[in-house]
Structures are given as structure tokens and as C-alpha cells.
């Protein structure tokens, strides 16, 4: 736990950050915010707590724990060296990696709460925070992992592809194949918004 560190407001998102890397979780923080406001996902609305720390239980590089509003993120430097070395972050330099991942949790938590039509909608959850994170990315690296899709699949990625057993399974696989259908839609992120307001659906009722 991060026990008695001061809390450090960021002063463009609703948030405030305990332990390290303050500024950057703030910047990330709010590129969350402006890229939510861009494609149509209603963003952050209530104050979150982001812990940044040494260690997680799971082996996740970052966490939102629902209904807590809170996030729990692993520091820079250990998040590097936690990430699958052939992964699709792998490339990433420590402090890039980092501020996508705050990108991908802030998603995470401003879902909450969001409508679903079935009872839970983690693969459209898992979408919208892996797409919105590959976004916050610098060209460089969105570049890399748009070039690897299109190197990977040479057919278009079906709704059915992006399912809660392959995010689950296979993050990086899930995180590609999302990718590679986003860039596939005609109005680009703005079908992001529509999976989250359930205009356009990827989950599916439970069996
Ligand atoms: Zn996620």
C-alpha cells in the first residue's frame, strides 16, 4: 500500500497521483480526457486516486480497481521490466509505456457506469482502453504497431474476434486485433463513442 505519501493534484484531469512520477501521470491523465472528448467517450467525471508503485500483486503493469475509484499503476522503470520482451509495448521506452498505460486505466474508469446492454461489457471495455491507448502513443509507435497489424492479418478483424477470452488470454493479440479493426472503421475513433454508448456493440449476452 501507499501509505502516508501527500497526494499530488493534477490540475487538468480529476485526479491526484500518490508516489512517483506526479507530472507525468497528470499529462497522461488529461491526454486521456482531451482523446475521450475527441471520439465521443464521455470522459472522467469524479476525482480517481492513482497509486504509483513498486510492485502489484497480479502480474498487470497497471490496474483500475472498480468501484473504488482508484488506480493502481506499476513506476516506469518496473513496468519496463514486466512487459512481455517480445510484446507489442516491449519497443517502448519506460517513460512512453508508462504514460500509456495511465492512458488505458483512466479509460478504464471513466466506463464505469457506463451503459452496457448485457450485464457486464469487458470486451468493449478492453477496446475502448487499448485503442484510446495505441491513440495517446507518439507517431513513432503507433506507427510500430500499425505496421505490425498490417504484416499479421490480411483479413479484416470480425466484432466476434474481439471477445473477453482473448483479452483476457492474450492482451497483446487482443490489443492488436482491436487496433486493426479501428483502423478498419470509416469514422475512426468516433466508433470508439459508439461501442461505450452501445450504439455499436462488440460484447454479447452471457450464454
Ligand atoms: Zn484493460
Not at 448485457?118 to 502513443?137: G, K, N, V
Not at 497483446?172 to 450504439?199: I, P, Q
Request: with cysteine; glycine share 6%.
Amino acid at each position: 500500500m501507499a501509505a502516508a505519501t501527500d497526494a499530488f493534484p493534477c490540475a487538468e484531469a480529476p485526479a491526484s497521483v500518490h508516489g512517483t512520477n506526479a507530472p507525468a501521470v497528470c499529462s497522461a491523465a488529461a491526454r486521456a480526457q482531451r482523446l475521450m472528448g475527441r471520439c465521443g467517450v464521455p470522459p472522467v467525471d469524479r476525482p480517481i486516486r492513482i497509486d504509483v508503485v513498486d510492485a502489484m500483486e497480479s502480474d498487470c503493469l497497471g490496474r483500475y480497481h472498480c468501484g473504488e475509484d482508484r488506480i493502481e499503476l506499476l513506476a516506469p522503470d518496473a513496468m519496463h521490466d514486466a512487459v512481455t520482451p517480445d510484446g507489442i509495448f516491449a519497443p517502448m521506452t519506460p517513460s512512453t509505456l508508462f504514460e500509456s498505460v495511465v492512458v488505458h486505466e483512466f479509460v478504464h474508469a471513466a466506463m464505469e457506469g457506463h451503459p452496457c446492454p448485457f450485464d457486464a461489457c469487458p470486451a468493449t471495455q478492453e477496446y475502448a482502453a487499448y485503442t484510446l491507448q495505441i491513440l495517446s502513443m507518439p507517431a513513432g509507435d503507433r506507427e510500430r504497431i500499425t505496421k505490425r497489424v498490417e504484416d499479421m492479418f490480411d483479413a479484416p478483424i470480425e466484432d466476434m474476434e474481439l471477445n473477453p477470452f482473448v483479452a483476457m488470454m492474450a492482451p497483446d493479440r487482443f490489443a492488436l486485433k482491436a487496433w486493426a479493426h479501428l483502423l478498419a472503421r470509416e469514422e475512426g475513433c468516433a466508433f470508439v463513442g459508439a461501442a461505450v454508448s452501445g450504439r455499436a456493440t462488440l460484447d454479447a449476452p452471457a450464454l
